[in-house]
T-cell receptor, first 113, second 116 residues
Framework: KQEVTQIPAALSVPEGENLVLNCSFT??????LQWFRQDPGKGLTSLLL?????REQTSGRLNASLDKSSGRSTLYIAASQPGDSATYLC????????????FGAGTRLFVKA | EAGVAQSPRYKIIEKRQSVAFWCNPI?????LYWYQQILGQGPKLLIQ????????DSQLPKDRFSAERLKGVDSTLKIQPAKLEDSAVYLC??????????????FGPGTRLTVL
């Protein structure tokens, strides 16, 4: 069964701290991986997309890495701010003979001022 | 560039009633998705369209859910009859996939359905 797991489920940090969110997946036949941010009551906002041939992507204070061999991706947030408070979801497009996009349950982040 | 539009934003119905959701994807995006997101969980794919054809509907409860994408643009998702466990946010997303190359998915704001 194809699964995507995100750890931790929730995280509370003081403002200014660097932090890492984790995403693990069971199928090594990955096509790409996308990190999203979801604010309460809102849709998903795309943060970074990593193709299977890439090892990392960067956008501003965000850096996402991909290690296919270990089935893991990390989202690194530098110098966290209260505005970063949201739920972060990873979505993995994986499978052979027909790719499916599977989401993790998300990590709820709270950055304290 | 306009984003993915969805309506209504909120809907409250009683069980066994019918409901329909509408989605207008980003112009030029051939791929359209409907997801169901239950509180505290990640979105689960219900159906994927490529233009007006269905690519994947393996997780769509076909006894009560139906979806169509006429003319390969707008799409509607219908539930008939609704059950209590259908209470969720229904998200529409679209993707530009030129020549099969995968780009980002873009999501609409979602429709929050409450079934009483």
């Amino acid at each position: 069964k194809q699964e995507v797991t995100q750890i931790p489920a929730a995280l509370s940090v003081p403002e200014g701290e660097n932090l890492v969110l984790n995403c693990s997946f069971t199928d090594s036949a990955i096509y790409n991986l996308q990190w999203f941010r979801q604010d309460p009551g809102k849709g998903l906002t795309s943060l970074l997309l990593i193709q299977s041939s890439q090892r990392e992507q960067t956008s501003g204070r965000l850096n996402a890495s991909l290690d296919k061999s270990s089935g893991r991706s990390t989202l690194y947030i530098a110098a966290s701010q209260p505005g970063d408070s949201a739920t972060y979801l990873c979505a993995v497009r994986m499978g052979t003979g027909g790719f499916k996009t599977i989401f993790g349950a998300g990590t709820r982040l709270f950055v304290k001022a | 560039e306009a984003g993915v539009a969805q309506s209504p934003r909120y809907k409250i119905i009683e069980k066994r009633q019918s409901v329909a959701f509408w989605c207008n994807p980003i112009s030029g995006h051939a791929t359209l998705y409907w997801y169901q997101q239950i509180l505290g969980q990640g979105p689960k794919l219900l159906i994927q369209f490529q233009n007006n054809g269905v690519v994947d509907d393996s997780q769509l409860p076909k006894d009560r859910f139906s979806a169509e994408r006429l003319k390969g643009v707008d799409s509607t998702l219908k539930i008939q009859p609704a059950k209590l466990e259908d209470s969720a946010v229904y998200l529409c997303a679209s993707r530009f996939s030129p020549g099969g190359r995968d780009n980002e998915q873009f999501f609409g704001p979602g429709t929050r359905l409450t079934v009483l």
